[in-house]
Every structure is written in structure tokens, then in C-alpha cells.
């Protein structure tokens, strides 16, 4: 199975702060990599797919970058909706695998 | 709109069959791959497998356990894992997989909190 590891595993913040969080994979991946929010007690729910492509309805100021094994979730601008855990998932090869979340909370 | 909702009992004793069905509004299930996703407590998710209209395909971690399976007369589908252990307490979803553009699960159930305990 391919690994995700995601660091930080949790960072504080402020509103207005722009946070950026990294997920290394244990293989190549191209660009198979999502990126997920999840509140406490709700469902995770997908910002971005193909490493930096914007799922529809999310705002602009979520954006992914990288390919290969090194990949970036960056949120400028940090609203009080944004405090969340963020979790990084790989569909380059199945099993699809998650990476153990990135808790963003309030400084 | 899609829309999924999980069913099924919230606690299941060691030994025992976990059975959960999702039931799906907005879209076919003939149509798109369907997932089932659970997250033990304060861990990340864990993809156990996935079904579409033909064919299925399961996390080896799983050890053969799962077995995943559509109607499409009722537009849902189950997911069956037998001989669960307090290992497989965790909150489960189903989501829907968009298998035309990099297979990203797009829509997720609200999920459902199973327990494995006597």
C-alpha cells in the first residue's frame, strides 16, 4: 500500500493567517492526489482533485500544488469555517489511501 | 442533487456480521463507482472497497471479509463484513466516486457509527 504522510499534524492559527499543510507519499503518484476537509461529526468533504484542481463550489483560497511523491494544501486568508482537519488521499493505485490528518485550530 | 444516506444497526457483537446499506437520490448507481469509507475514532479514513455496475474490488486489508453489493431496483447498496472484532469500530460512510475524472469521492453519506462490543 502506498503511504501518506501528512505534516504538521496539527497548527494553530489565526483568521487572516495563510496555513500551509504538506503530504509526502511512499511512491509516485503524477498528479492522483485530493484533498478533504472534515469538520468534527460530519462527513470528509473534497476540495481539490488532481493535486491543484479546485472542486467545484470551494473557495479560491484553497489551493494544491505539487506532483510525484510532495504535495501541498495551501489556505490563504484562514476564515472561521476553515478550522478543520485536512486530510490528503492518494487514488494513484488502489487501495486508496488517506494520510492521518492535519488539525488546524485556533491560536 | 446527490445525496447518500447509510443505514443499519449502531452496534454489533464480536463474531457478528456488520451490515450497513446506503441509499442513493440525484443518480443512478448503474452509474459512477460507489465506495464504502470507514475512520476508527480519531484516526484517518480507510477505503474498504468500492463497487460499480459489473464488478467489484476490496482492500486486501480487509482479508476478504467485505463483500459490497448493488440493487439497483432500490438504487443501494451494502456492504457485509463478517466476523467483525472491536478493530472495526469505527464511523462509517458511503461515497460516491467520480470515476470520469480522477476518482475523486465527490458526494459522502452523513455516516454511521458502528460498534463492536458483547
Known amino acids: 500500500d502506498i503511504q501518506m504522510t501528512q505534516s504538521p499534524s496539527s497548527v494553530s492559527a489565526s483568521v487572516g493567517d495563510r496555513v500551509t499543510i504538506t503530504c509526502r507519499a511512499s511512491?509516485?503518484?503524477?498528479?492522483?492526489l485530493a484533498w478533504y476537509q472534515q469538520r468534527p461529526g460530519t462527513a470528509p468533504k473534497l476540495l481539490i482533485y488532481?493535486?491543484?484542481s479546485l472542486q467545484s463550489g470551494v473557495p479560491s483560497r484553497f489551493s494544491g500544488s505539487g506532483s510525484g511523491t510532495d504535495f501541498t494544501l495551501t489556505i490563504n486568508s484562514l476564515q472561521p469555517e476553515d478550522f478543520a482537519t485536512y486530510y490528503c488521499?492518494?487514488?494513484?493505485?488502489?487501495?486508496?489511501?488517506f494520510g492521518q490528518g492535519t488539525k488546524v485550530d485556533f491560536k | 442533487q446527490v445525496q447518500l444516506q447509510e443505514s443499519g444497526p449502531g452496534l454489533v457483537k464480536p463474531s457478528e456480521t456488520l451490515s450497513l446499506t446506503c441509499s442513493v437520490s440525484?443518480?443512478?448507481?448503474?452509474?459512477?463507482?460507489w465506495s464504502w469509507i470507514r475512520q476508527p475514532p480519531g484516526k484517518g479514513p480507510e477505503c474498504i472497497g468500492y463497487?460499480?455496475?459489473?464488478?467489484?474490488t476490496y482492500n486486501p486489508s480487509l482479508r476478504s471479509r467485505a463483500t459490497i453489493s448493488g440493487d439497483t431496483s432500490k438504487n443501494q447498496f451494502s456492504l457485509k463484513l463478517t466476523s467483525v472484532t472491536a478493530a472495526d469500530t469505527a464511523v462509517y460512510y458511503c461515497?460516491?466516486?467520480?470515476?470520469?475524472?480522477?476518482?475523486?469521492?465527490?458526494?459522502w453519506g452523513q455516516g454511521a457509527l458502528v460498534t463492536v462490543s458483547s
Open positions: 461515497a460516491r466516486i467520480d470515476s470520469t475524472s480522477w476518482y475523486k469521492f465527490d458526494y
Open positions: 440525484g443518480e443512478s448507481i448503474s452509474a459512477y463507482y
Open positions: 463497487f460499480y455496475y459489473g464488478g467489484n
Open positions: 511512491q509516485g503518484l503524477s498528479r492522483w
Open positions: 488532481a493535486a491543484s
Open positions: 488521499q492518494q487514488a494513484n493505485s488502489f487501495p486508496w489511501t
